[in-house]
């Protein structure tokens, strides 16, 4: 039998990079910082690319693609965008076996190019809004990198519009940062904050950046999808400009918008657990997977017949397996356990008998979570269970949340508060001051959250007025 | 009114940009040599992407994701595949603010680095066959570039199996092909021909390399999508070895094989005309377009019910769009004939009288390919309707394939051929012999075609014994 996990309190980091390894989502590359992206961890984000690309299409976006090169010269052009970033950038010198003449950036993300194109599209107010999106690979070389978490290079989305008011671009940044948050909460089963960036925590040649935030098991905070109002900032350095109604040229107003691979790191730090993974039935690759149980080749001879049954009957609306490996009911058990498989189907001789079937939940661990149902109508039975795993996640997770959110009076209790969960706080909102925080605390502001109470505080760092409540966490 | 296109007998290239950049498909971006995919011809390569993923899936693969960059040692380490690609390499020297201790190379195919990574996952007969596919970009810094046919960054999917033994890694690498040209000829109406390549023109570090070569609307070759069989060559490369049922050491046999954005090219070239793009139905975005028709307020009251009763009868089956700009209905039908659309539903107020709407055909021009049909029952018509002109499309690029193939007895006769179409000949299999056709008529070997005629003959160029016959032709 396999080994056992290290236990999630014990050490959450290895324990996360264990069931990476283990549930075989994602390996070590040969290449420093990048990821071999494994079939059953691929499958993942093939179910987060279904569940966004659904949504922005519904939301009229259409998809595009850009070049994964852009020539230095254009990351120079909007000046906190470079500095943001030339950090992290990778550089190809070399192409076809001569030296370049302008070095070509492996795209960070891509501002800069889009805005180029746009420029060439966009001449008047009919040509707007331009909705589009791009899936696509980007490079940000980091030193500290973890499998999925930080990678130098990572798969994501990257939506870019442009738009003739600010209003209506205004109105876009807050309607991805819903498709985020209807995606992280209906589909992932994640609960998150949705807020505002802090100045310091912004995106690098954004005027406002909006985020949502998670709570990951070991309590600390995972920014899981970004969603930022450019103003003109970019339209201004790529002169993307249009004639309005009144024939008069103006500067559009651009966003941008993206998820990426990280997100399959949050499912498994919010919803994993001692035994390993626990995937949302929206996003298992396997909703169900059938154990046949038998001791001999008679019991074999009734039990498989009744498989079948139970695989055709679910095979149109849910994904299923059949395990038909060599190996011990124990040892299946554990090895889809570690996978995360929200329902384990169980036929054995009694159960043929019985005319029903055993169902294990993943979500609810022992006897309360296994139910004995009658094979006809298994269908329904199985749609109705895994209706039910996903909300009682989303509720797991959402409680778990909760209990390790407090509303710190004192910076005291704050300091403990944001040791081991979520700080909200009122806050001045002063760099200074959070830059003071993240000295003594380690923590950060996560956002400030699109909910405020109302009314007015004293920042619960330096005690200055403060208009808006923040959420303050130690963060990946 | 839109300035005509060029007539494709005029000038055959200036007719492709010309289309490419009026049906908005795709653009020349900053970067010398690499395109940017606008929507609509995004929205193609995801036909592409589902024709072939749902048949990848079909047959077993499962897809996963590797590194952009490999590590120069890598590709040094099979030499004829390095000797193949190393004229046509981006390298990445500088990341982080550093220059790099080992250049890393951005992938112009994975063979190298997927092989170290099944180097790692493979251990027993019991962990094959490896069946993987990966969506991703890949880079080859081509000189001479044309949208879509030969850009220096291109959109594929590469797959990659490993096997235990000679004979399953054969019968994968001709599946692959099998499946490339099911999708061709259903998918893509386009029809082709599986074969062989040359060692000339064989992939660099294959075996055996198989095509499918399409005739485009000039009468040159294009190759579609290609699946080679590698042999061991790169398991011993990247030592890719297993313990057999024996237990004994033995290298693994591996395959890969793909299919780019190329094959959009191959629709425009194959499909299109002096109108400009034609889509067969299984690839089109939009499949219907509704423009009504009407000259005041009160036919435009009385038309735009039934328009709108059409969309909702249409809606869950057919990708359906309204026209509803502010133009002539003149202007509207060239404009969707641009982009292809294969059926132009027209609604006026004689046709709302009447109980029925027009149906225009992209595939039939004129009177011939419009029908008066009922409003009852629009659905079912136009699934019909739909169904006859996807296989009409095919029928029509294989009636002008199969007029523009000769078969010469005469090496006079086979330049005449060539000059003009493709040449169907015996063939000595000789590498001076295939070079010197190609110095005297830019004709290449596009194939050794799986369907052979059998017995033997001799060769069209050097009069030496040949037993298989070839395909040649100018080729993109």
């Given at each position: 039998?396999?080994?056992?996990?290290?236990?999630?309190?014990?050490?959450?980091?290895?324990?996360?990079?264990?069931?990476?390894?283990?549930?075989?989502?994602?390996?070590?590359?040969?290449?420093?910082?990048?990821?071999?992206?494994?079939?059953?961890?691929?499958?993942?984000?093939?179910?987060?690319?279904?569940?966004?690309?659904?949504?922005?299409?519904?939301?009229?976006?259409?998809?595009?693609?850009?070049?994964?090169?852009?020539?230095?010269?254009?990351?120079?052009?909007?000046?906190?965008?470079?500095?943001?970033?030339?950090?992290?950038?990778?550089?190809?010198?070399?192409?076809?076996?001569?030296?370049?003449?302008?070095?070509?950036?492996?795209?960070?993300?891509?501002?800069?190019?889009?805005?180029?194109?746009?420029?060439?599209?966009?001449?008047?107010?009919?040509?707007?809004?331009?909705?589009?999106?791009?899936?696509?690979?980007?490079?940000?070389?980091?030193?500290?990198?973890?499998?999925?978490?930080?990678?130098?290079?990572?798969?994501?989305?990257?939506?870019?519009?442009?738009?003739?008011?600010?209003?209506?671009?205004?109105?876009?940044?807050?309607?991805?940062?819903?498709?985020?948050?209807?995606?992280?909460?209906?589909?992932?089963?994640?609960?998150?904050?949705?807020?505002?960036?802090?100045?310091?925590?912004?995106?690098?040649?954004?005027?406002?950046?909006?985020?949502?935030?998670?709570?990951?098991?070991?309590?600390?905070?995972?920014?899981?999808?970004?969603?930022?109002?450019?103003?003109?900032?970019?339209?201004?350095?790529?002169?993307?400009?249009?004639?309005?109604?009144?024939?008069?040229?103006?500067?559009?107003?651009?966003?941008?918008?993206?998820?990426?691979?990280?997100?399959?790191?949050?499912?498994?730090?919010?919803?994993?657990?001692?035994?390993?993974?626990?995937?949302?039935?929206?996003?298992?690759?396997?909703?169900v997977?059938i154990?046949p149980?038998?001791?001999?080749?008679?019991?074999k001879a009734r039990v498989m017949p009744v498989v079948e049954q139970m695989r055709e009957l679910l095979g149109d609306?849910v994904?299923v397996?059949v395990?038909?490996?060599?190996?011990?009911?124990?040892?299946?058990?554990?090895?889809?356990?570690?996978?995360?498989?929200?329902?384990?189907m169980e036929v054995g001789?009694?159960d043929v008998d019985k005319g029903s079937v055993?169902?294990?939940?993943?979500?609810?661990?022992?006897?309360?979570?296994?139910?004995?149902v009658p094979q006809a109508g298994i269908a329904?039975a199985v749609?109705?269970?895994?209706?039910?795993?996903?909300?009682?996640?989303?509720?797991?997770?959402?409680?778990?949340?909760?209990?390790?959110?407090?509303?710190?009076?004192?910076?005291?209790?704050?300091?403990?508060?944001?040791?081991?969960?979520?700080?909200?706080?009122?806050?001045?909102?002063?760099?200074?001051?959070?830059?003071?925080?993240?000295?003594?605390?380690?923590?950060?502001?996560?956002?400030?959250?699109?909910?405020?109470?109302?009314?007015?505080?004293?920042?619960?760092?330096?005690?200055?007025?403060?208009?808006?409540?923040?959420?303050?966490?130690?963060?990946?």
């Amino acid at each position: 039998m396999a080994e056992k996990l290290t236990p999630r309190g014990e050490d959450f980091s290895k324990w996360y990079n264990e069931i990476v390894q283990r549930a075989e989502l994602a390996d070590y590359s040969p290449v420093r910082g990048s990821m071999v992206i494994r079939p059953y961890g691929y499958s993942l984000w093939e179910a987060v690319h279904d569940g966004l690309d659904r949504r922005f299409k519904a939301t009229g976006h259409q998809n595009a693609y850009f070049p994964l090169f852009i020539p230095m010269s254009f990351l120079q052009k909007e000046k906190e965008h470079v500095e943001g970033f030339s950090p992290e950038l990778a550089v190809v010198t070399i192409a076809g076996g001569e030296q370049l003449e302008e070095p070509l950036v492996v795209r960070p993300t891509s501002e800069t190019i889009i805005g180029y194109m746009y420029a060439q599209w966009i001449k008047s107010y009919r040509d707007l809004p331009v909705l589009i999106n791009c899936w696509n690979n980007v490079v940000r070389w980091e030193l500290r990198t973890r499998l999925f978490l930080r990678t130098a290079e990572f798969l994501w989305q990257e939506g870019h519009t442009a738009h003739a008011t600010e209003e209506e671009a205004d109105a876009e940044t807050l309607r991805m940062l819903d498709v985020y948050t209807d995606f992280a909460q209906n589909d992932a089963a994640i609960p998150v904050i949705p807020g505002r960036k802090s100045e310091t925590e912004k995106f690098a040649g954004a005027v406002r950046s909006y985020t949502i935030e998670a709570m990951m098991g070991d309590k600390k905070a995972l920014q899981s999808g970004t969603s930022h109002f450019l103003g003109q900032n970019f339209a201004k350095a790529f002169e993307i400009k249009f004639l309005d109604k009144n024939n008069e040229l103006q500067y559009a107003w651009t966003t941008s918008w993206g998820m990426s691979t990280r997100i399959i790191g949050g499912i498994i730090m919010v919803h994993g657990d001692d035994q390993g993974l626990r995937l949302p039935p929206k996003m298992a690759p396997i909703q169900v997977v059938i154990v046949p149980i038998f001791k001999s080749d008679a019991e074999k001879a009734r039990v498989m017949p009744v498989v079948e049954q139970m695989r055709e009957l679910l095979g149109d609306t849910v994904r299923v397996k059949v395990d038909e490996r060599e190996e011990t009911p124990g040892f299946k058990f554990n090895d889809w356990e570690m996978r995360g498989v929200p329902v384990r189907m169980e036929v054995g001789p009694k159960d043929v008998d019985k005319g029903s079937v055993v169902l294990a939940r993943r979500d609810i661990p022992g006897r309360e979570g296994k139910a004995f149902v009658p094979q006809a109508g298994i269908a329904d039975a199985v749609r109705d269970l895994l209706a039910k795993i996903q909300s009682n996640m989303l509720k797991q997770a959402t409680e778990f949340r909760d209990a390790n959110l407090r509303e710190p009076k004192t910076y005291d209790e704050f300091k403990a508060a944001v040791d081991d969960g979520f700080a909200r706080a009122w806050w001045c909102s002063e760099k200074q001051c959070e830059a003071e925080i993240k000295d003594d605390t380690k923590a950060t502001t996560r956002c400030i959250p699109l909910e405020q109470p109302g009314g007015s505080g004293t920042c619960i760092h330096c005690g200055k007025p403060a208009s808006e409540i923040a959420i303050f966490a130690k963060a990946y």
